[in-house]
């Protein structure tokens, strides 16, 4: 009853490994596979050599123990089996840890460029008010800047500054359209706020 019990733990651990029995017959020793169907057929009950359950246990990387059918588990050692599923689940725990850490740092960047992006904006419009106001006063005062002391200084230094607001306005919403195509057409987490 033992033979039998040794050759079906024999065919179900090389079957778990997908071993054909010619390559584990070849693997373990034997010229042909004609020895190990009898062993796994449980028809060669007296004959199982110890050496074959050692090799077959290091071939297939299971136990002694479970191949004898001391034991239901195949685990070759179980302190390493439980060791390894430890190390596992220590290693998805500090995954997810740095998963929150990278997450509360993205919102806080999200937060910072956002703060920037409604400065930028800002600056924009108020330099194009600017540029309004120096307009409507020059309607006003038919003079010519020129005419004025620092006038078309400050007149082509308003202008430049109004153009880089236009320029960054203009950046920030192919920054957005950039966003919104790499995030496929849905929403980036990371979204930048343009209003």
């Known amino acids: 009853m033992l033979a039998c019990k040794v050759g079906e733990r024999l065919r179900e651990a ?6 054909s029995q010619v390559k584990a017959a070849q693997l373990l020793g034997y010229a042909n ?3 190990l169907a009898k062993i796994e057929g449980g028809r060669d009950s007296s004959q199982i050599p110890l050496w074959v359950v050692k090799r077959a246990a290091l071939l297939y990387d299971v136990s002694i123990d479970y191949l004898l059918g001391n034991t239901e588990n195949m685990e070759v050692d179980e302190r390493r089996c439980h060791a390894a599923r430890d190390t596992i689940i220590l290693m998805r725990e500090e995954w997810e ?3 929150w850490r990278d997450m509360l740092v993205t ?6 460029v956002e703060a920037v992006e409604e400065l930028a904006m800002l600056m924009a419009q108020q330099l194009q008010e600017a540029q ?3 307009s409507r006063v020059e309607e006003l005062n038919p003079r010519r800047w020129e005419n004025v002391k620092g006038g078309a200084r400050l007149q082509s230094a308003v202008e430049r500054a109004a153009a880089t607001g236009r320029t960054a306005e203009s950046k920030l919403k192919r920054l957005h359209r950039e966003a919104r195509a790499a995030a496929g057409g849905v929403q980036p987490e990371l979204e930048l706020v343009y209003t």
Request: glycine share 4%; hydrophobic share 20%.
């Open 107 to 112: 919102r806080e960047v999200q937060e910072r």
């Open 33 to 35: 596979s004609t020895k």
């Open 14 to 19: 090389r079957e778990m490994q997908g071993y």
């Open 132 to 134: 309004d106001a120096l």
């Open 97 to 99: 840890r740095h998963r």
